[in-house]
């Protein structure tokens, strides 16, 4: 299976037999991106290299949080998500927990799990807490996709295993707890050849490396014609609540090359002249640390698909995904557009020429992709919905263009998938999506029911009985604090009954929906928005409550006890 998932050829017409054996062949197999990767080296005279590889470097991010509180939410033992749970007094508003230093207890956990992947001959190598209160992030040595891809999900359930050990359980959902930051799994992507080069190293003199900017130009028109399926590599149930919440990119697909690279393509695409500039100088104003001069190429946070310096930062993958579908789907809508590339430059009778032409061509037809500007704000949805930029918002809306007779030709021209598999591939993801949404639902509905309805009700009587109690000993006076507290609570019970119904029909409904693609929507549209708004409801009780009385540990318990 992972030989396909990173763009190894396929004959379409293979049977499951011939594809096993296809498969034992790996070795004798160049992948789709190599063949076409290495067809564009040679027109540029490089006659060493033989084979071409894409690395990747998966940043895995985490929450952990202790085990006896895990075990009494029943939302993370059966969804891996909280369902229910009013935000603390303090979040991730002061930054404390990403610049604060790592906790013993996380810390021991770290060393261990370092250790542990080390004996796999997983080199994870940097390690360090992230923004939201008891989350965290740990990251390897690049690899090539496929030992990534394995390696990825061996480091998820060694994660899982050694939490267990130290009494901790480790989240890897997309977004765990409403209100502060989710986990993503930023997908490091980059070329490289078996003699060490890489292909996206712009050098010092970037501007006149016109073998860096052809390749940079095929990722560049790969990402724009392709911004479909780079949002259906990451669509998920769980990765929904997470992209556009300003912690994640949004849905729009765009590129980030920062400002140095930025002026690059514009000198080319205008046939200007092109001056480097020097890089600012960040001055520290203090006597014991040097100045520094600013990496112009820095990461753009905000943006979906980031050039950082040699390589491209993928951020919309979701913490619990597998990057194979990510790195399948990138490296063969590259290997695409370098097969186009080469189609033309083999036929070229002065290369450099023709190259710098080509990549004019390219730049001027797919500049609309580039965006190095706060993909967070307003005005770049406005500006992008100008531009023509596809905003699939959620999994029922992007996947079913899987299917597209474009994306059906591509993975049909390089043997990567055929018909049947993409619609095979299709409706499984569509189908999951919805039993994600109702196993969510109905466990919503178990907590409202069981758990939550008694709790509150028990709380108010112990309020209807203190009242009483205070009349008892003296009939004039007034227990008006805990009278309009009764009030209150007795008035949202009755409301979150009422959303109770209203979510119990909604599953109901979902059975008479015909169509996987319809009934995920429907999901979507009705089981989701019915969940949303009995937890409303149910977290402005939870703000009303004794904490004795309500069922579960709160919000803050679980983010601040480890």
């Known amino acids: 299976m992972a030989v396909i998932t990173v763009g190894w050829p396929v004959k379409n017409d293979a049977t499951p037999a011939t594809r096993s054996q296809t498969h034992s062949q790996q070795p004798r197999i160049s992948p789709v991106i190599s063949v076409q990767a290495l067809r564009i080296l040679r027109v540029f005279g490089d006659t060493v290299s033989t084979r071409v590889e894409t690395t990747v470097g998966p940043e895995q991010e985490y929450f952990l949080i202790d085990k006896e509180v895990f075990k009494k939410r029943k939302d993370l033992i059966y969804c891996g998500r909280t369902l229910f749970g009013a935000r603390p007094p303090k979040g991730q508003e002061l930054d404390d927990h990403y610049f604060g230093t790592i906790k013993p207890r996380v810390s021991a956990y770290m060393k261990e799990l370092d250790e542990a992947l080390w004996k796999y001959g997983i080199y994870a190598k940097t390690k360090h807490n992230e923004v939201a209160p008891a989350q965290h992030e740990l990251a390897p040595v690049f690899d090539s996709s496929n030992i990534a891809t394995d390696h990825n999900q061996l480091t998820m359930a060694t994660m899982k295993d050694i939490a267990d050990k130290h009494g901790l359980v480790c989240l890897l959902h997309e977004k765990p707890f409403a209100g502060v930051n989710g986990s993503g799994k930023h997908n490091n992507w980059s070329m490289s050849t078996n003699t060490g080069k890489n292909l996206l190293d712009p050098s010092k003199n970037p501007r006149e490396n016109i073998q860096f900017l052809v390749f940079l130009a095929a990722v560049i028109r790969a990402v724009d014609e392709h911004q479909d399926l780079l949002r259906i590599s990451v669509a998920s149930a769980g990765n929904d609540h997470r992209l556009g919440a300003h912690e994640a990119p949004p849905a729009v697909i765009s590129m980030y ?29 203090a006597d014991v640390l040097p100045n520094f001069v600013k990496d112009t190429s820095d990461r753009n946070r905000t943006s979906p698909f980031a ?89 029922p809306e992007a996947l079913p263009h899987y299917t597209d007779e474009k994306n059906v030709a591509l993975f049909g021209k390089h043997g990567i998938y055929t018909e049947v598999e993409l619609r095979s591939r299709t409706e499984i993801i569509l189908e999951n999506y919805s039993k994600i949404i109702n196993i969510e639902a109905l466990t919503a509905l178990d907590m409202s029911k069981k758990d939550i309805v008694p709790a509150v009700t028990a709380y108010i009587k112990e309020l209807a009985e203190t ?71 149910a977290d402005e009780m939870e703000s009303n409550m004794a904490a004795k009385y309500w069922p579960y540990p709160s919000y803050g318990t679980m983010l601040f006890s480890v």
Request: proline share 2%; with cysteine; aromatic share 6%.
């Open 307 to 395: 050039f950082t310096g040699n390589k491209f930062e993928f951020r919309m993958v979701g913490s619990s995904e597998n990057i194979a579908c990510t790195n399948t789907i990138i490296n063969t809508i590259v290997a695409d557009v370098l097969s186009d590339f080469a189609d033309i430059l083999e036929k070229a009778e002065d290369v450099k020429t023709t190259a710098e032409e080509l990549v004019r061509k390219t730049l001027l037809e797919h500049k609309r992709i580039i965006f190095n500007g706060d993909n967070y704000s307003e005005e770049w949805a406005a500006e992008a919905e100008k531009r023509g930029l596809l905003n699939y918002r959620s999994l």
């Open 257 to 285: 090359l920062g400002d140095d690279l930025s002026e690059v393509l514009r000198s080319v695409m205008y046939n200007e002249t092109y001056e480097k500039k020097d890089a600012p100088i960040m001055e520290t104003n």
């Open 467 to 537: 009242i009483g109690a205070l009349k008892a000993i003296d009939p004039e006076l007034v227990a008006q604090p805990q009278l309009e507290l009764t009030k209150k609570l007795t008035s949202l019970l009755s409301c979150f009954m009422k959303k109770i119904d209203v979510l119990e029909k909604a599953v109901m409904g979902a059975k008479d929906v015909e169509g996987i693609a319809e009934n995920a929507m429907y999901y979507r549209d009705h089981v989701l928005a019915a969940m949303q708004e009995l937890r409303a409801v």
